[in-house]
């Protein structure tokens, strides 16, 4: 199984700040199969970023991927109020699919 | 517009059974890899498992394998889950989704599971 490993668990940041999100793998992720989710409170996760780098239908270009391996980033630039969620990383893969644990990022 | 709605939660007793239902709009689920992933009171998201886009190949977390099955009614656009030897710690919001391949592109909003003598 590849355990994904998310770091900040919390990222506190102001309104126009960047926000930079780690996930980092146990083994290699195939063919780049991974994905990162913004999830709010109440809500169903939300696709941001699939194929490590490639932004989902409707996704602000503020939002980026990069990363390959066992390394992966989410960065998100210019932050706004409506960017406070916690984030999922996922590889899609390897059976199991697995998830990281998740970040939060607070607007201050 | 694609939408997946689930159904058939509830509150259950520990050892029964559940079954799950999402059912899909907008797109034909016998095109694309579905899933079910839960997430615990509080918790992080957990994949539960997945069904191939050709419904043959079926896969699962070690937690719910053996107990839990993945399937769907191409009739009626709908993917189920059957759970059985239900535990308190399967207590969660169970989200179905779906995309090509096995990207979860698409999500329903969710049903609560609740196992609880």
């Known amino acids: 199984e590849r355990v994904l490993t998310q770091s900040p668990g919390t990222l506190s940041l102001s309104p126009g700040e960047r926000a930079t999100l780690s996930c980092r793998a146990s083994?290699?992720?195939?063919?780049?199969?991974f994905a990162w989710f913004q999830q709010k409170p109440g809500q169903a996760p939300r696709l941001l970023i699939y194929?490590?780098?490639s932004r989902a239908t409707g996704i602000p270009d503020r939002f980026s991927g990069s990363g390959s391996g066992t390394d992966f980033t989410l960065t998100i630039n210019r932050l706004e109020p409506e960017d406070s969620a916690v984030y999922y990383c996922?590889?899609?893969?390897?059976?199991?699919?697995?998830f990281g644990g998740g970040t939060k990022v607070e607007i201050k | 517009q694609v939408q997946l709605v689930e159904s058939g939660g509830g509150v259950v007793q520990p050892g029964t059974s559940l079954r799950l239902s999402c059912a899909a709009s907008?797109?034909?689920?016998?095109?694309?890899?579905m899933h079910w992933v839960r997430q615990a009171p509080g918790k992080g998201l957990e994949w539960v498992a997945l069904?191939?886009?050709?419904?043959?190949?079926?896969y699962y977390a070690d937690s719910v394998r053996g107990r839990f099955t993945i399937s769907r009614d191409n009739s009626k656009n709908t993917l189920y889950l059957q759970m059985n030897s239900l535990r308190v710690d399967d207590t969660a919001v169970y989200y179905c989704?779906?995309?090509?391949?096995?990207?979860?592109?698409?999500w329903g909003q969710g049903i609560l599971v609740t196992v609880s003598s």
């Open positions: 989704a779906g995309g090509s391949g096995w990207l979860s592109r698409y």
């Open positions: 907008g797109f034909t689920l016998s095109s694309y890899g």
């Open positions: 069904l191939r886009y050709d419904g043959e190949n079926k």
């Open positions: 083994q290699t992720i195939g063919n780049n199969y």
């Open positions: 194929d490590a780098s």
């Open positions: 996922q590889q899609y893969a390897h059976s199991p699919l697995t």
